[in-house]
């Protein structure tokens, strides 16, 4: 039998529910979760099928070998692209799988636990500071451009930003009102400008190659 608040409790919810931002809202999250994470899966997976054909054959010419500025197959002969003793893409390989999983959850319903939100904070915190040491390597350091990689960086930037912004907004992370509803209100601009500061830094860095 019903219980007789059952309505005013779903009411509740639901309102609760249309107050969030939109992106907050568990449909539009669990959309963005499986984008971001389908398009990162795929970069990374090609990575993994171009390094095993390197294993297979030294001489093989990877599908983004350009010029000598843009080669997945230079970049993968560096310390760089092997971190943890393996190929870096089987860490992205496994995170975005993660990431796909959640968010084909939530657009079957599923309702997390804080605990598990914050494991998805750490994990999505974890990537986008190992992004962003690979794009600071490959620009400063091994001066060579992998375009499967900038893939990745591009689909970490929205991942990381609104999964952090979603976490502020539903109190995951512990935050002052004023700035979470500051911060999500502008959360567009922000990945958007974003992404024209990792663009803008390659094209300036690798200015004589696009001239």
């Not at 079957?108 to 998805?120: D, E, I, Q, T």
């Not at 024209?196 to 860095?205: D, E, G, L, N, W």
């Amino acid at each position: 039998m019903a219980h007789p608040t059952d309505g005013h409790t779903l009411a509740g919810s639901a309102q609760a529910a249309a107050s969030l931002p939109g992106f907050a809202r568990r449909v539009p999250f669990g959309v963005m979760l499986v984008v971001t994470g389908v398009i990162g899966w795929v970069a990374a997976g090609i990575l993994i099928l171009e390094k095993l054909e390197l294993y297979r054959n030294p001489d093989h010419v990877t599908s983004c070998d350009i010029n000598p500025w843009v080669s997945c197959g230079q970049v993968m002969e560096t310390w760089q692209a092997e971190l943890l003793g393996f190929p870096n893409p089987f860490i992205g390989l496994v995170g975005f799988t993660v990431t796909i999983t959640t968010g084909m959850a939530l657009l079957a319903g599923a309702r997390f636990g804080r605990w598990y939100w914050v494991g998805l904070q750490a994990g999505v915190t974890l990537g986008a500071v190992f992004a962003t040491w690979l794009w600071s390597q490959a620009l400063f350091d091994i001066y060579i451009l992998c375009l499967y990689c900038m893939v990745v960086w591009a689909a970490m930037v929205p991942l990381f930003i609104l999964t952090t912004v979603r976490n502020l907004v539903h109190g995951i992370i512990p935050a002052p009102v004023g700035f979470t509803r500051s911060l999500a209100a502008w959360v567009g601009p922000v990945v958007v400008l974003t992404w024209i500061a990792i663009a803008a830094s390659v094209f300036f860095r690798f200015l004589h190659v696009f001239t």
